[in-house]
Structures are given as structure tokens and as C-alpha cells.
T-cell receptor, first 110, second 113 residues
Framework: DAKTTQPPSMDCAEGRAANLPCNHS???????VYWYRQIHSQGPQYIIH???NNETNEMASLIITEDRKSSTLILPHATLRDTAVYYC???????????FGKGTKLSVIP | NAGVTQTPKFQVLKTGQSMTLQCAQD?????MYWYRQDPGMGLRLIYY???????DKGEVPNGYNVSRLNKREFSLRLESAAPSQTSVYFC????????????FGPGTRLLVL
């Protein structure tokens, strides 16, 4: 798996966009970037994934830089329920395993 | 449609006791996984099963055994529990193919005294 680096914590005001960065400078050409989140005491929840193009779904947007060495997860209008630990994961191509680091603890503040 | 279910939700064991954690899914997924999460840490893979009838070790398999009973069920057994196995255990499933989207159960909280 490519190593990922995320800030340990971030704050965001309720209603504002939350931008969570991730560095994955050793990513190879056919490896996807995945984002999961874990709300306190619950199982992790899949958010979004991408290869090279920007992606959007009902939960979030994923922006991947052109050189693919970093990405940003965007929650467009953060709510208190978005307070969670967010994990950026790059599994090896063909790997069946996800490696969870410590992620970024996002606190949405009223 | 319950997704991924785990039993029990919470368990207290004494050192040396054995127990089996159960996981079941109704998503018709091929692959199933067992992770553990220690306080303040990310998840670590214990065992996984790519398909019915196969199992493989993950990052931290020592002290555990698994059984892929059928496509729906994947159990994790602690033969002789140790305090170091105090953790939250999560089961997950994956549909298969090239996309690594996994779906997680609610977890089993295990305390070994």
C-alpha cells in the first residue's frame, strides 16, 4: 500500500466546507484513493474513491491533484453529524486489504 | 436488509477463556474481513476470506482462528483470551472486483480481565 499522510486533527464551523488533505506521494499509476470515516464507536463508513479524475457523490467531493501525489476530501456543508475520524487509504493494486492509519479527527463546531 | 451484523455487542472474558465472535452479512458479498481497533488507533486486519472456503492471515493473526462457515458467515475465535486482546472487533464485507469498498458491522467490544 502507498503510505498516506494526514493531519491529526482539524476544526470546521458548522455549515462551512470542510477540506481534508491527504498526501500519497508514492502512489502508483493504477492505485485508487479511498476515503472512509468513523463516527465515534461505530464501524467505518465508505465515503468516496477516485483514480485520477475528480469525483462527487451525495456525501462528498474528492479532488486529486494532476500528479496524483495528494488529494482533498471536501464536505461541502459540514454538519455536527460529520464529526468523525476521516481515513485516506491507498490500497495496493489488486490488494484485498485496507490499511487504516490514524486518520484526521474532524470536529465540526456549532 | 440488515447489512453486516455482529454478535455479541459486548463481552467480558477472564484470561484464558475462549469465545467466538460471529459475523453475518446479507449483501451476497464474496469477501469478508475481521479487524481489531485498539483505543486511539486505526484498524488492523486480523484475518480475511476472499471467498467461501478460503481464509488468509492479515497483519495481526496471532491468538485468533477463523471459520468461513458459508458465504454469509465468518466467525473469529479466541482460544485462550489474553488482556492484550481487549479491543473493539469489526467485521467487514466486500463485493469483489477491483474496487475496495468495504462495508462494516457495528463492532464487538471485548474486555479481557
Amino acid at each position: 500500500d502507498a503510505k498516506t499522510t494526514q493531519p491529526p486533527s482539524m476544526d470546521c464551523a458548522e455549515g462551512r466546507a470542510a477540506n481534508l488533505p491527504c498526501n500519497h506521494s508514492t502512489i502508483s499509476g493504477n492505485e485508487y484513493v479511498y476515503w472512509y470515516r468513523q463516527i465515534h464507536s461505530q464501524g467505518p463508513q465508505y465515503i468516496i474513491h477516485g483514480l485520477k479524475n475528480n469525483e462527487t457523490n451525495e456525501m462528498a467531493s474528492l479532488i486529486i491533484t494532476e500528479d496524483r501525489k495528494s488529494s482533498t476530501l471536501i464536505l461541502p456543508h459540514a454538519t455536527l453529524r460529520d464529526t468523525a475520524v476521516y481515513y485516506c487509504i491507498v490500497p495496493g493494486a489488486g490488494s484485498y486489504q485496507l490499511t487504516f492509519g490514524k486518520g484526521t479527527k474532524l470536529s465540526v463546531i456549532p | 436488509n440488515a447489512g453486516v451484523t455482529q454478535t455479541p455487542k459486548f463481552q467480558v472474558l477472564k484470561t484464558g477463556q475462549s469465545m467466538t465472535l460471529q459475523c453475518a452479512q446479507d449483501m451476497n458479498h464474496n469477501s469478508m474481513y475481521w479487524y481489531r481497533q485498539d483505543p486511539g488507533m486505526g484498524l488492523r486486519l486480523i484475518y480475511y476470506s476472499a471467498s467461501e472456503g478460503t481464509t488468509d492471515k492479515g497483519e495481526v493473526p496471532n491468538g485468533y482462528n477463523v471459520s468461513r462457515l458459508n458465504k454469509r458467515e465468518f466467525s473469529l475465535r479466541l482460544e485462550s483470551a489474553a488482556p492484550s486482546q481487549t479491543s473493539v472487533y469489526f467485521c467487514a464485507t466486500r463485493a469483489g472486483g477491483s474496487v475496495e469498498t468495504q462495508y462494516f458491522g457495528p463492532g464487538t467490544r471485548l474486555l479481557v480481565l
